[in-house]
C-alpha cells in the first residue's frame, strides 16, 4: 500500500506539472495515460475503504485495462522518435498499431481462448503482453540506435522508464508462470506496484523540464554517413510517403 501510494503522488505529480510548463500538448498519448492511471488509483482507493469486498474483483478489472493502455507509451514514443516527419510518424504509428495488433491476435488472444483455468489464462495474458510491449520497445531502442538519435531528457527518460517498468514485470511474472511458486506469486503483489513506482520516478525527473528531442541535423547513422545527407533522406522519404497517402 505504501509503495502503491508513493505511485500515486508520482502520477499526480507528473500531471500537475506537465499542466504548469505545458507538455500536454507535446505528449498527448502519454499523459492521458497518466491521467487515467491518477484517476483509476483514486477510483481503487476509494473502493477499498467504501467497498472492501469488491476490491479485489474491481482492481483485476482496473489491473487488466491498465495493461492494455500502456501499449499508448510505446505509440507516443514511436510519435516522438519522427516527430520532425508528420508522414514517418503516422508511419510509425500505424506499424507500432499493427504490431500491437498482430502480437494481439496469434500470441497473446490464444492464451485467454485455450487455458483451462481462470487464474491460467489471466497470468499468460498479462506475461505475453509484457513479452509483447518488450519486443515492441526493442524494436523503438533499435531504430533509435540505427539513426544515432538524439533523444532528449524527455523522450528518453520515457524510454527508460517504461523499459525498466517492462523488464521487472516480465521477469517476476514469468518466472511465476513457470514455476508456479506461490512465494513468486505473492512477490507479484510487491513488485508490480514497485516496478511502477520505480518507472514514475524515472518519468517525474525525466519529465520536471521540457528538453525536447534535437533537430534532425543532429542525427547520424551508424555507418557514419553525414547527418545532413540522413537528413535529407529522411525529408525526401517522408515528401514521397505524404504524396502515396494523398493518393
Known amino acids: 500500500m505504501v509503495i502503491s501510494f508513493c505511485a500515486f503522488l508520482l502520477d499526480g505529480l507528473l500531471v500537475l506539472r506537465g499542466a504548469r510548463i505545458r507538455l500536454f500538448r507535446l505528449f498527448p498519448l502519454f499523459y492521458s495515460y497518466i491521467i487515467y ?4 488509483s483514486l477510483g481503487m482507493y476509494v473502493i477499498y475503504w467504501l467497498y472492501p469486498r469488491a476490491y479485489p474483483y ?6 487488466l485495462i491498465s ?3 500502456e501499449f ?3 505509440v507516443e514514443i514511436s510519435d516522438q522518435l519522427f516527430r520532425p516527419f508528420p508522414a514517418i510518424r503516422n508511419l510509425g504509428r500505424a506499424l507500432t498499431v499493427l504490431v500491437t495488433a498482430v502480437f494481439g491476435l496469434f500470441y497473446v488472444l490464444p492464451t485467454i481462448l485455450g487455458s483451462s483455468g481462470r487464474s491460467l489464462a489471466v497470468s499468460s495474458f498479462v506475461v505475453r503482453t509484457f ?3 518488450a519486443i515492441i520497445l526493442a524494436v523503438l531502442f533499435y531504430m533509435a540506435h540505427h ?3 538524439q533523444l532528449g531528457r524527455n523522450v528518453g527518460g520515457l524510454m527508460l522508464g517504461f523499459s525498466i517498468y517492462v523488464a521487472i514485470n516480465v521477469a517476476m511474472m514469468g518466472s511465476a508462470q513457470a514455476s508456479r511458486s506461490v512465494l513468486l506469486a505473492h512477490m507479484i503483489w ?3 506496484p514497485l516496478a511502477f513506482a520505480l518507472c514514475a520516478l524515472v518519468w517525474t ?6 528538453s525536447p528531442m534535437p533537430e534532425m541535423q543532429a542525427v547520424s547513422i551508424a555507418t557514419g554517413e553525414d547527418s545532413r545527407t540522413v537528413a535529407l533522406e529522411l525529408t525526401r522519404f517522408n515528401s514521397e510517403l505524404s504524396k502515396i497517402m494523398h493518393k
Open 67 to 69: 495493461v492494455l493502455a
Open 190 to 192: 510487491f513488485m508490480e
Open 205 to 210: 525527473i525525466s519529465l520536471w523540464e521540457l
Open 58 to 63: 474491481t482492481w483485476w478489472i482496473y489491473f
Open 37 to 40: 492511471a491518477f484517476c483509476g
Open 72 to 74: 499508448s507509451i510505446l
Open 147 to 149: 539513426y544515432n538519435s
Open 131 to 133: 513479452v509483447t510491449k
